[in-house]
């Protein structure tokens, strides 16, 4: 696939990269979902008109056997008769409430396999772990918390990380819900039922794109896996490393990792809300929390499943703007990232000390690293929805990412001390929810009025120091579309150039993009040049089939001067402070220069 059919292919892809058709397993699809068997053994165990449970991803059919779709772990059925399918076991017929994130044919009738229902949903309401993890959509960060609560359980809790996540578009499909909800399983190098993005890793398949890679490198075909002879996949590793379930009324939005290794910590994360990026494509998610890679591995070392993950839209302020019970800023986690266990529940943490206790060899072992997490709370001022234009939600941390009014928003979260206080959900159309009916938040979430406030802090200092886990410098990516100046040898007279569709980050040229340089050799005399990335760093200068076949005598003699062994040439990219060169060093040179 091309550079542009990838860049367009970005926005289709990452829309629907969260939630999920493979005949080989016939009650769910996959091998790791067809062990997910309930308790029910018979047919004589069901009862006609009784709701169950999914214990897994299910397929539905119609009488004849067609599949129609999915239903999702944990959703509703009733069971309306137990006659079944011809030519199938343990099949009854069921009925269902739709929901937004299924995509199930229209039928007259539906059955499942009965192996796969329960009498009732596991919850895990009322779990009672160390952790608990609060995610504000609005300024995309997730939060781990350890629970501190004295006898009277008035509670001041402590952040133990915080990290940088990207949710779901803003728009009515998309949006990621708020709602308090439990992690149900964990998953290792998950996939998605139709193999539309395949696993980040697994035996068999292709090896993922090198450390560095770009974004976009992750959807080649070359690194798909076979399926007949032919490579099937949209998105290699969308899911990352690990994958969370959560529930109840999910919406197939899960929390998840992403492209990318351990070593490029999140700049994948902030590459889906560069500039560049969303200029071309929408690179969010359907709604899932995606992580970098370093950050998911550490949660599913922390964190059982049980653990609350609750999704608020929130003001943020600091219970104690001095933070000073937070000495260190950064804690140091270390890790091995291993081959064993790939897309299943059945998986062991990464961390370097398990993974040596268990004895995996060395060919089994595909990372190992240190996740510098940020330890230091950090919050983020609110911006309203009115003064927040769209593309600056997309790409900056307003503390708005859906530009939701702000008489819409009502109370605050601490996020040095995980607190809620006189917080209710925004009442507007953009906010939808999920999660548990009854509960916005556990209790030991809700700020007790006997806290201590008198060193709150509402409005943060713009200059304040933010810690980021990545360890790496962010640079914005600027957009270079001007005029400048061209030095050509031999040449004694001054030309001029325009560049457009060029993209800089720090010191880097964007490789997604295709730069054009427009060349005036004199009055109707142009040379046109297309930009076009190859290897590494490298890249080619191409002089357009519109300059080849121009009959324009100065330019005839320009390419005869310049281009006389071929129209396509490599050069050399500096990039400085407010300055790029782009000099071709093949041949007779030319140098063009421009400032931004």
């Not at 998605?192 to 959807?219: C, I, M, N, T, V």
């Not at 990792?257 to 929408?282: C, P």
């Not at 060193?455 to 962010?474: S, V, W």
Request: aromatic content about 12%; hydrophobic content about 30%.
């Amino acid at each position: 696939m091309n550079k542009s059919l990838l860049i367009l292919a970005m926005s289709g892809v990452l829309a629907t990269s969260c939630g999920g058709r493979n005949e080989k397993y016939p009650n769910t699809g996959t091998a790791a979902y067809e062990k997910m068997v309930g308790a029910m053994t018979s047919i004589d165990e069901v009862e006609v008109g009784k709701d169950y449970y999914t214990t897994t991803g299910l397929i539905v059919r119609n009488e004849s056997g067609r599949r129609l779709g999915l239903l999702s772990k944990n959703d509703k059925v009733t069971v309306v008769s137990l006659n079944g399918l011809e030519g199938k076991q343990d099949y009854v017929e069921i009925t269902f409430k739709r929901k937004s994130y299924q995509e199930i044919d229209e039928a007259e009738k539906y059955f499942v396999s009965l192996k796969y229902l329960l009498d009732k949903i596991v919850d895990h309401k009322d779990f009672d772990g160390k952790y608990f993890v609060i995610q504000n959509i609005a300024t995309e960060r997730l939060r781990v918390y350890e629970k501190s609560c004295n006898s009277k359980d008035v509670c001041v809790n402590k952040m133990i990380m915080e990290t940088e996540m990207a949710v779901g578009e803003d728009d009515s499909e998309n949006r990621t819900r708020v709602g308090s909800y439990r992690i149900t399983e964990w998953w290792k190098f998950y996939q998605d039922h139709a193999a539309h993005y395949p696993s980040w890793y697994r035996d068999g398949y292709p090896s993922p794109p090198e450390q560095g890679s770009s974004f976009l490198k992750w959807f080649k075909n070359k690194y798909m896996p076979k399926e007949n002879g032919e490579r099937k996949g949209d998105m290699r590793g969308a899911f990352g490393w690990y994958t969370a379930y959560v529930g109840p009324n999910h919406n197939a939005q899960w929390t998840h990792g992403t492209v990318g290794w351990g070593a490029d910590k999140d700049a994948l994360i902030k590459a889906t809300k560069s500039y560049f990026t969303n200029v071309f494509a929408s690179p969010r998610s359907s709604g899932c929390s995606r992580l970098n890679n370093e950050a998911i591995a550490y949660l599913r070392e922390i964190l059982p499943v049980g653990t609350p993950i609750v999704k608020v839209y929130a003001k943020e302020a600091l219970l104690n703007g001095h933070r000073t019970d937070y000495k260190n800023k950064t804690s140091n986690w270390s890790y091995v990232l291993t081959k064993n266990n790939a897309y299943s529940t059945t998986n062991f943490s990464a961390d370097k000390e398990s993974v040596e206790s268990r004895n995996v060899p060395a060919n089994r072992r595909l990372e190992e690293g240190t996740f510098v997490m940020d330890a230091y709370p950090t919050m983020f001022n609110f911006i309203d929805g009115e003064d927040v234009g769209k593309m600056e939600a997309k790409t900056k941390t307003t503390g708005n990412v859906y530009r939701v009014p702000e008489a819409s928003m009502k109370g605050v979260l601490y996020v040095d001390a995980g607190l809620l206080e006189d917080y209710a959900h925004p009442r507007d159309e953009k906010i939808g929810k999920g999660g548990f009916k009854d509960e916005y938040a556990p209790k030991y979430m809700i700020m007790d009025k006997s806290v201590d406030k008198s060193l709150a802090l509402y409005i943060a200092d713009k200059d304040q120091p933010e810690n980021d886990n990545a360890g790496i410098e962010y640079h914005e990516t600027i957009k270079v579309e001007t005029r400048g100046s061209v030095d050509m040898s031999f040449e004694d007279d001054n030309f001029t150039s325009e560049i457009s569709n060029l993209y800089i980050t720090g010191n880097k040229v964007e490789r997604d993009s295709s730069p054009k340089i427009r060349l005036q050799l004199g009055v109707g005399a142009f040379v046109n040049f297309i930009m076009a990335p190859v290897e590494d760093d490298e890249w080619d200068l191409i002089v357009s089939n519109e300059t080849v076949n121009s009959t324009n005598s100065t330019v005839k003699k320009f390419m005869k001067r310049f281009f006389k062994k071929g129209n396509v040439v490599p050069v050399n990219i500096e990039v400085g402070k407010n300055e790029i060169t782009i000099e071709k060093t093949k041949g007779r040179n030319i140098d063009f220069t421009y400032r931004f």
